[in-house]
């Protein structure tokens, strides 16, 4: 159960990250200004959700929870460096 509920935060931190995402490039795309407000309100929500669901999941399991967090945070650095990066030419 406490696995399904930190499944459940990572899904909702995953879709508030696209909507974010979405709504920043639909601005730059249609030329608008982006709602700062609610990109931070969205960031903020992204940060607590996710430190709520590691402190119940650590709370209720212990350290088994870890292996979890640890795999989650590999994903991102492996998705980071995934990125091509053009080297800009001055």
């Known amino acids: 159960m406490v696995m399904l509920v930190v499944f459940v935060a990572a899904c909702l931190n995953q879709w508030m990250l696209v909507n974010v995402v979405r709504e ?13 407000a609610n ?11 996710l ?11 212990g350290s088994r929870i ?7 945070v ?6 980071y460096l995934s990125f091509d990066r053009q080297k800009s030419e001055n």
């Open 39 to 49: 990109m931070v309100m969205m960031i903020i929500g992204k940060v607590v959700l």
């Open 66 to 72: 870890i292996i979890p967090v640890l795999i989650y």
């Open 51 to 61: 430190i709520a669901a590691i402190s119940f999941g650590v709370h209720i399991m």
């Open 24 to 36: 920043a490039s639909q601005n730059a795309a249609d030329g608008t200004p982006v709602d700062k």
């Open 74 to 79: 590999l994903q991102i650095a492996v998705l």
